[in-house]
């Protein structure tokens, strides 16, 4: 009964630094993405992936890379972390219909 | 102009009262409309889909107005656990096209 797992929870980097944040789901939806969410602000997505071996760029893709190699897994890398990208990451998948379903988030801050 | 707009409230609610909120979008060419449910901290979760001739789930009535472009939200007879952020979203007619507005934050009150 997992759902969408995201790790980890809470990250603290600083600035240069790269890192992965992870996300696997067990519901077997072909679709998955990856959302900001800042303060005032509605969630931006970043990227996203209608299956495996898929993926698109979303709204605000920049600094951000993703890949889809499984139908379960979608990590989402910060290449070189940036102040600005100090947020709270949510993963989402959806089977394709009406719902997204979302992780607990990641909240990342960037020194 | 952002593409999805909401109060950000807060509404102050006194427990078992009604509140009603709007959601306003700029894109004509959106297609479907939903409302989520996000409590403090933690995740969005789907609250309901929002039809073309409105529809109710339990205490909560949606509404969508085409010509006006915005969707509404209606909590009857509030209870303490409805507080939370209600997000509006948009869909323009893919998965890569959702629009989230920033949410407006109820507060229900004893």
Redesign the interface.
């Known amino acids: 009964n997992a759902g969408v797992t995201q790790t980890p929870k809470f990250q603290v980097l600083k600035t240069g630094q790269s890192m992965t944040l992870q996300c696997a789901q067990d519901m077997n939806h072909e679709?998955m993405?990856w959302?900001r969410q800042d303060p005032?602000?509605?969630?931006?997505?970043i990227h996203?992936s209608?299956g495996a071996g898929i993926t698109?760029q979303?709204e605000v893709p920049n600094g951000y890379n993703v890949s889809r190699s499984t139908t379960e897994d979608f990590p989402l890398r910060l290449l070189s972390a940036a102040p600005s990208q100090t947020s709270v990451y949510?993963c989402a998948s959806?089977p394709?219909g009406?719902?997204?379903f979302?992780?607990?988030?990641s909240r990342l801050t960037v020194l | 102009r952002k593409e999805v707009e909401q109060d950000p409230g807060p509404f102050n609610v006194p427990e078992g009262a009604t509140v009603a909120f709007n959601c306003t979008y700029s894109n004509s060419a959106s297609q479907s409309f939903f409302w989520y449910r996000q409590d403090c901290r933690k995740e969005p979760k789907l609250l309901m889909s929002v039809y073309s001739s409105g529809n109710e789930d339990g205490r909560f009535t949606a509404q969508l107005n085409r010509a006006s472009q915005y969707i509404s939200l209606l909590i009857r007879d509030s209870k303490l656990s409805d507080s939370a952020t209600y997000l509006c979203v948009v869909n323009k007619g893919s998965w890569g096209k959702l629009q989230f507005g920033a949410g407006t934050q109820v507060v229900v009150t004893p």
Not at chain 1, 40 to 45: A, E, P, T, V
């Open positions: 679709y993405s959302y005032g602000m509605g969630l931006r997505l996203y209608v698109d979303g949510f959806s394709g009406r719902e997204l979302f992780g607990e988030g």
